[in-house]
């Protein structure tokens, strides 16, 4: 009976989850319209929009699921290599900046992703990218400062049992505001290089 009982309240997890993350999606894709000005006309159906929130939050849930794991194995795997051939004491800090670069790299992938398949924007690559990096460097460092903070938080067990909530509302919140700010960076810089028609210099 336990068996079955764990199995439904996880499974009731999993359902919350995904109707968590859809209406977040759904929040984020209405958003980036509204700053990337799109037309309500060229907005997606109901049922469309739906379909692409569902898309979305599987794509980049992967990507995410991807950006920690290849972090995770190749900061473990260099590490080990360097400490096999003696370097790991001089060329740590090596190690901790690859670590990051790649981060950002896989950050700047999610963040375009995220413009593509929520907005679609007609803006040029270029400024999508340009947004995209902006906001993978915004989303690595709120991932160094929740890190730090979660490590702050150990061998304090009255803190983890509200304290792991409470920063993990507090970086949804946050991870939000870098989002918007990135699409905001990307739809000036597309203004900015290709000027609406009749527009004075």
């Not at 473990?76 to 790299?105: I, M, P």
Request: aromatic content about 8%; hydrophobic content about 55%.
């Amino acid at each position: 009976m336990l068996p079955g009982l764990i199995g439904s309240v996880g499974l009731v997890g999993v359902l919350g989850l995904l109707y968590a993350g859809l209406g977040w999606v759904s929040s984020m894709r209405f958003a980036l319209s509204v700053m990337f000005g799109l037309p309500r006309a060229e907005r997606p159906s109901y049922l469309r929009g739906k379909g692409r929130d569902l898309g979305a939050l599987c794509v980049l849930g992967l990507v995410l699921l991807l950006s920690v794991a290849v972090s995770g194995v190749v900061t473990r795997l260099s590490g080990e290599v360097l400490e096999l051939v003696g370097l790991a004491s001089s060329l740590g800090w090596l190690l901790s900046v690859a670590a990051l670069a790649l981060g950002v790299a896989i950050g700047t992938l999610l963040f375009f992703l995220m413009f593509r398949l929520l907005a679609e924007p007609p803006a040029p690559s270029h400024a999508l990218w340009s947004g995209a990096l902006l906001g993978a460097v915004g989303f690595e460092l709120l991932k160094q400062a929740s890190g730090l903070l979660l490590t702050l938080t150990q061998g304090r067990p009255a803190f983890q049992a509200f304290g792991i909530a409470l920063i993990l509302l507090v970086w949804i919140n946050y991870f939000s505001r870098v989002v918007l700010l990135a699409a905001a960076w990307a739809h000036t810089d597309a203004s900015h290089n290709h000027p609406v028609e009749g527009d004075t210099p």
